[in-house]
Structures are given as structure tokens and as C-alpha cells.
């Protein structure tokens, strides 16, 4: 008989390890093989323990772990995952017994045994974690790695609010004594109360019997209130303490968040928030909730720093010394993974003089030359926390271009009041200073002097320019693919060959634009992209440069061009090379390479030519170098 759990396809194809492809199979070749309860003929349920007991019958069904046991029971109770999840929760904090007439009974002997093995706090954290694996859009949450950095950056508090928890990731950050370990509450078993605030009753239940079960298994246990309600419209009890600090990653873009019935509201001490700045409005919350001198920490999205709609709120914040410093993220923070979050770290004004001159701007995913790899999360959240307490404690902040600086706040208060690190941090690798224009101009004329030479008439490298070149006119030809039919080459196309460079190779671009080059020592293990073509010529009988420069005759590319469509494709067979012996193709292949590293010079001498034109404007602009030192 079936138990009332429930099962689709893909269930039970998770159980049995297989796709949904061969359930599929299942169910036309097996007669006995369970009939549908429930669900539509697109997507029928089938009972659970019936399909258990077929996939077992017929050697299909392995001893599942502990954890996907229980998973299974729960993610099939009559009354849905989420809250069967509570009732497994309640079970493991021993808030209530899971009786045999419980829905999710039948999880109880798997949830014991995993509560004896991992423990309940760890036992309920894996469970609501494949509760989220199994809703991917209808949750948002914040990572750990990040809200353990928003915790650190609060520091040690001994009560902790988040008004807008979800499932209370930055709240656990908190109470596992992520603020500070080095002797902030997690040296002392954690914070001594923490409160969230929640709309969705089902994430806020969850929220609390987390909380409760992370904190009982510190040293000394720690108060929990979570309570289902809007933070921003539910007025909070009037013996309600102020907080030593509020965690929050408010939700965003809001529309519907009260502001018209809140416009009164004595929180806007800071302005009314528009209407569309409903992050400016928790910005003020957490303000309003904390103790003088108690610390906050907002995750917003970068719009928030900029929007003119949001200038006289910023404005004010910075004026009365609240906003103390932004913080950009790299992209993949937290959700929108593009966004460059930031971190909004706030103060309230206790009365201390100049507590808030100056604004710490950081962009962590800045200062990077273009290409490079970004570094581990582990750095950067290692490099904004060592900012952020430099700056916190008074002391300079070494102001590095590109990635952080502090500014006076009084220049910051400008029409705009954008507030985006990017605008106001030096752009890194600018070469605006003295030491780095010279070294760009002392580069730039060895590379012109090194172009004169190649040029020069009594260069013995190069062909006299009053002498006659050898000519190749009347010579004997032979295509490249008759050469390769000889073994004097190997030809690869890109489409056909996983062929790997070597020095001595020559990369030619069967289409679109681009020349014949010859692979140099110490370059080779470069993997043959499209769409080029790779020839390998024998040593003993052909000279590579020799080989590369009679390939970029425009003459012989036309000839072995075709233009079937827009644009033309190179027949590489069809190229054509003159029959000499090996020392007249070395003759011939040493111009080419000369003038293969006259190119190569001037490309480089227009670098050159640009960067150090750039740093003189940027010099010039701002200030770091005189107008004495601009060429004449």
C-alpha cells in the first residue's frame, strides 16, 4: 500500500542513479511496474514506496546514504518539502517528536542515525541545503564566503540584527564567531542575541530553528528572535534594545516597500527615500536600530551609489558622518552574479569629532592588467577586511591606483554625490608619475633607434638597396601540397588536427586577414586554433623564414585565394615556393626574418607611442607632471 509519498519520473530516476530516459523504458517494458497515484499524464507521481520496493525487486535500488534517505521522505511529504523540513528541524533541536501518525515519520530512523553521526546543527545545515538545491529560483541567498566577510567587517558585537534574513546566512555567520576569531564573539562563544526579521513565515521558522541549533552547540547559548514580519513597515517594540550591529543583503528594487505611508517616519533622518531607492530605506533601518557608535553592513548593488534620485540621502549620510566606507566586490559575490556588488559600511554617529572625514573607497576587483587571473576569494576578502580596519582604527590607508583610496568627504559632496569607488580611485597602470613616463620614453626610443637600424644602408643583414635582389622570377616552383606529398613539410588544418606548436613551425590564417609567422624558440606549446593552418617543414630540407615570407607574397595568397563567399579563404596547397637550394632559401629567409623584426618594432614603437602620449595627458591633468616636461 502506498504511504502518501509521492514521487515523479525524475525522482525516481535520481533514485535509482539512472536518467529519465530509462524510467521511461520501465514503464513500457515492465508490466509490474508501478501505476500512477497521482500528478497529470504529462507528469504522473507514483507512490514512493511501491517504486522502492519495484527498483529493490529488481536490483535497481542501492542503500542510499543517510542524508538522501531522509531527503527522499521529506521532498515526497503530503504537505511539501519546506515544511516537513520544520517538523525534521523541531525533531532534531527536541522541540517535538516525531510521533508514528507524523507525516514525516517514516524519515525518523534515517534522521536519528544522522543526528548521532554529524550531529543535529550539522545534520539540519545539510538538509536545508538540498531543501535550496531543490528550489534554485525561488531562493536568493547569500554565500557563505561572503557573509562571513560582512560579519568579520562588523566585528565583535554581542547582539546582531539582519531585518531582512531569509534563512539567516548572515545571522549563522555571526554566531559561529565568523566577526572576529582572533578574540570578537566568536572567542567567547558568539554574540548573546541575535534577531532577524522575515515576510516569508516558512524561511523565517527555518531561520530560527538554524539559529537555535548552531548556538546551542556553542560554549554559552545565545537568545534567538526570529520574528515573521516587514521590518521596514512592522514598528519595532518600544523596549526594543538598539543593536551593537545589523548584518543585511536587503531584497532590491522595490517598489512596493511603504513609501508613501512611511513618509513620516522618524527613521528618514537621513531624507525620505524615493520611491525607487527602496535600499536607501533599509540603509536608514539598520541606522535607526543601532546603538551610537554600533556598526552595520549592507550589501547593495552598485546602482545604489550612483543614482541621482539617491544624491541627498548619500549626501546627508556622508555630511553626518554615518557612511564610512564602500566597498566594491568582483562579480560572483552573491546574486546577480554579473554585479560588482558593494558593501556599505555604517557607524552611527556617536558625537566623536572628525569621526568621519574621510571615506575608504575600494574597488577589491580593480588594479588588474588586462588578462590577468583575479585573485581567490581568500585574498580579497583578506585585503578589504585589512583596509577596512586600518582605516577603522585611524591609521593610513596605503592608497594603491585602481583598487583603494580614502577621500576627504567634503570632496566627495558634489552635484552628483556618486559615490562609485571606480569614479574617484586613480586608474591603475597609467604611467602618470615621473619615474614610469620615463621608463615608457626610454623604451620608446631604443625601439626607434632599433627601426633606423634595421633600416640602415650598411647593414650587412639587410640587401643593399643600390644592389639588385636575387631574383626568383625564372625559378622553378613547387605547391605546397606537392611538398607535403615529398615529406619536405607536414600540412595541419585546425578543423582536422589537435596539433600543438613547436619552434619552427609556420601559423598561416586561412581567412581573413593576417600573415605567415614562424614560431621562435621559447614560444611553441600553443594549441592550433582556428582559422589557421600549420605548416611543419624538414629542417634538412626547407628554411621555415623562407618558407613564411615567400607565403606572404601578395601575389601568391591572390592566386591561391578563393571567394566563394564575403570573404576569401586561402587554399594552403595551392601556395607555391621557389625550388632552392638549402643555403640560397637561408639567404632569402634571414630578409625575411629582418623584416619580420622591423614589423614587430614598429608595432611596438606605436604602443609606445600611445601609452606615453596618454601618460602626459594624465600627468598634465592631474597634476603629477609639470608643464616643463612637455615635449617640444
Known amino acids: 500500500m502506498s504511504d502518501g509519498a509521492e514521487v515523479t ?15 521511461s523504458n520501465w514503464r513500457r517494458r515492465y508490466t509490474d511496474f508501478p501505476r500512477p497515484v497521482g500528478g497529470t499524464e504529462a507528469s504522473p507521481a507514483f507512490s514512493l514506496a511501491d517504486v522502492e520496493s ?59 542515525r544522522m543526528l548521532r553521526e554529524t550531529g543535529p546543527a550539522a545534520a539540519f545545515e545539510q538538509l536545508l541545503a538540498d531543501y535550496f538545491e531543490a528550489n534554485p529560483r525561488q531562493y536568493s541567498l547569500t554565500p557563505a564566503p561572503t557573509a562571513a566577510l560582512m560579519a568579520r567587517l562588523a566585528g565583535p558585537g554581542e547582539s546582531v540584527l539582519d531585518p531582512a534574513c531569509g534563512s539567516a546566512e548572515l545571522l549563522a555567520a555571526a554566531a559561529s564567531g565568523a566577526a572576529d576569531a582572533s578574540g570578537g564573539p566568536g572567542a567567547s562563544g558568539g554574540p548573546g542575541a541575535l534577531y532577524g526579521q522575515e515576510t ?24 534567538v528572535d526570529v520574528r515573521t514580519e516587514d521590518a521596514l513597515r512592522t514598528e519595532p517594540p518600544a523596549d526594543a534594545p538598539p543593536v551593537a550591529a545589523v548584518l543585511c543583503h536587503p531584497p532590491y528594487n522595490e517598489r512596493n516597500w511603504g513609501h508613501d505611508e512611511l513618509a513620516y517616519d522618524p527613521r528618514w533622518a537621513y531624507g525620505l527615500p524615493a520611491r525607487t531607492e527602496s535600499e536607501l ?37 556622508l ?19 554579473s554585479l560588482p556588488l558593494h558593501l556599505w559600511v555604517l557607524r552611527k554617529p556617536d558625537g566623536a569629532a572628525d569621526a568621519a572625514s574621510r571615506l575608504l573607497l575600494m574597488d577589491a576587483a580593480g588594479g588588474r592588467t588586462e588578462g590577468a587571473e583575479p585573485p581567490s576569494w581568500e585574498r580579497t576578502a583578506a585585503d578589504v577586511l585589512a583596509a577596512w580596519r586600518a582605516h577603522d582604527a585611524g591609521e593610513s590607508v596605503p592608497e594603491q591606483p585602481g583598487v583603494c583610496a580614502t577621500l576627504p568627504v567634503i570632496d566627495l559632496l558634489d552635484e552628483e554625490v556618486d559615490l562609485s569607488p571606480a569614479r574617484h580611485l586613480l586608474p591603475s597602470g597609467t604611467g602618470t608619475d615621473a619615474a614610469a613616463l620615463a621608463s615608457v620614453r626610454a623604451e620608446l626610443e631604443r625601439t626607434l633607434r632599433r627601426t633606423l637600424e634595421l633600416t640602415a644602408d650598411d647593414d650587412p643583414a639587410l640587401p643593399d638597396r643600390r644592389s639588385a635582389a636575387p631574383g626568383s622570377a625564372a625559378l622553378p616552383e613547387a605547391t605546397v601540397g606537392e611538398l607535403a606529398r615529398t615529406g619536405a613539410l607536414e600540412v595541419h588544418l585546425a578543423t582536422a588536427d589537435p596539433v600543438t606548436t613547436v619552434p619552427g613551425d609556420i601559423v598561416i590564417p586561412v581567412q581573413g586577414r593576417g600573415a605567415a609567422y614562424v614560431v621562435a624558440e621559447g614560444e611553441g606549446g600553443a594549441r592550433l586554433g582556428k582559422p589557421l593552418c600549420l605548416l611543419r617543414p624538414d629542417p634538412a630540407a626547407l628554411d621555415a623564414w623562407f618558407v613564411a615570407g615567400f607565403l606572404r607574397s601578395t601575389a ?31 639567404a632569402y629567409g634571414e630578409h625575411f626574418r629582418l623584416l619580420a623584426e622591423f614589423e614587430a618594432a614598429l608595432r611596438r614603437v606605436g604602443e609606445l607611442g600611445e601609452e606615453f602620449v596618454q601618460g602626459m595627458f594624465d600627468g598634465l591633468a592631474d597634476g603629477t607632471v609639470p608643464p616643463a616636461r612637455t615635449p617640444r
Do not use: F, M
Open 9 to 23: 519520473a525524475a525522482a525516481i530516476a535520481r533514485l535509482a542513479g539512472v536518467g529519465r530516459a530509462a524510467v
Open 281 to 317: 530605506a533599509w540603509v536608514q533601518h539598520a541606522l535607526a536600530r543601532l546603538r551610537p557608535g554600533g556598526t552595520a553592513v549592507l550589501l547593495l548593488p552598485p546602482a545604489v551609489a550612483a543614482r541621482r534620485t539617491g544624491r541627498r540621502v548619500r549626501a546627508a549620510l
Open 54 to 112: 519495484w527498483l529493490r525487486d529488481h536490483g535497481k535500488l542501492a542503500e542510499a546514504p543517510l542524508r538522501e534517505q531522509v531527503r527522499r521522505r521529506l521532498e515526497s511529504a503530503p504537505e511539501g518539502h519546506g515544511p516537513a523540513l520544520v517538523r525534521a528541524g523541531e525533531h532534531l533541536a527536541g522541540l517535538r517528536e516525531l510521533l508514528d501518525t507524523d507525516p514525516v515519520a517514516e524519515a525518523r530512523g534515517a534522521l536519528d
Open 319 to 337: 555630511r553626518k558622518g554615518a557612511l564610512r566606507a564602500l566597498l566594491a566586490l568582483p562579480p560572483g559575490a552573491a546574486a546577480p552574479h
Open 556 to 586: 601568391n595568397t591572390r592566386q591561391a585565394s578563393s571567394y566563394a563567399s564575403s570573404s576569401s579563404r586561402i587554399d594552403v596547397r595551392r601556395l607555391r615556393l621557389p625550388r632552392l637550394p638549402l643555403e640560397r632559401q637561408r
Open 200 to 223: 516569508d513565515p516558512l524561511l523565517a521558522r527555518l531561520a530560527a530553528l538554524r539559529l537555535t541549533l548552531r548556538t546551542a552547540a556553542a560554549a554559552g547559548r545565545c537568545a
